[in-house]
């Protein structure tokens, strides 16, 4: 059980590069999150999608895209990658019961765009 | 909306030291709380939770109680270790339990515990 995968790890851009990060969960779990996380900030929700089939913008979309490709996966595309997306960017899923509130976390991924 | 407020780090102690965390909510009705921890390098984990008024989360020797008078989740542990240096998030998640329903954090705070 591997719980929150995300890859890469690290990556770095030049300015106007695009590049997907990928994000699985072997959990079961209906909801799935990207946030960013920028220094001395906590942390942004940039897309979420609450069910295979469905995504809603957060709270900082401009400039990404996602896609909820089934249960487990959920990839975040950056189309054309601007200095102000330098971030660390997570991963997270969450089951739908009461019971199993709790969100999972990846490792992240450390984005550097140039 | 749903906020959380939490205290501004730094915070720098000494190993054995006592730790307090203040946290704040705002929210309609009887959110959920987290405590969630980031160790350097790492995603975030959940630390504990509460999900009623009065409940008490511990875990790894940290506690924290859901005070609904005063819209608190205060995070302490009463003897720190170098290990436990990292940044901690308080969370809320709200009354209404549908998949789509999301996390409101605070700002974390970083602890640095020197030996």
């Known amino acids: 059980n591997a719980g929150v995968t995300q890859t890469p790890k690290f990556q770095v851009l030049k300015t106007g590069q695009s590049m997907t990060l990928q994000c699985a969960q072997d959990m079961n779990h209906n909801s799935m999150y990207w946030y960013r996380q920028d220094p001395g900030m906590g942390l942004r929700l940039i897309y979420y999608s609450a069910s295979e089939g469905t995504t809603d913008k957060g709270e900082v979309p401009n400039g990404y895209n996602v896609s909820r490709l089934n249960k487990r996966e959920f990839s975040l595309r950056l189309e054309s990658a601007a200095p102000s997306q330098t971030s660390v960017y997570f991963c997270a899923s969450r089951g739908q019961w009461a019971a199993n509130q709790n969100e999972y976390f990846g490792p992240g991924t450390r984005l550097t765009v140039t | ?115």
């Open chain 2, 1 to 115: 909306g749903n906020s959380v407020t939490q205290m501004e780090g730094p915070v720098t102690l000494s190993e054995e030291a006592f730790l307090t965390i203040n946290c704040t909510y705002t929210a309609t009705g009887y959110p959920s709380l987290f405590w969630y921890v980031q160790y350097p390098g790492e995603g975030l984990q959940l630390l504990l939770k509460a999900t009623k008024a009065d409940d008490k989360g511990s875990n790894k020797g940290f506690e924290a109680t859901y005070r609904k008078e005063t819209t608190s989740f205060h995070l302490e542990k009463g003897s720190v270790q170098v290990s436990d240096s990292a940044v901690y998030f308080c969370a809320l998640l709200g009354m209404i339990k549908a998949a789509g329903n999301k996390l409101t954090f605070g700002g974390g705070t970083r602890v640095l515990v020197k030996p």
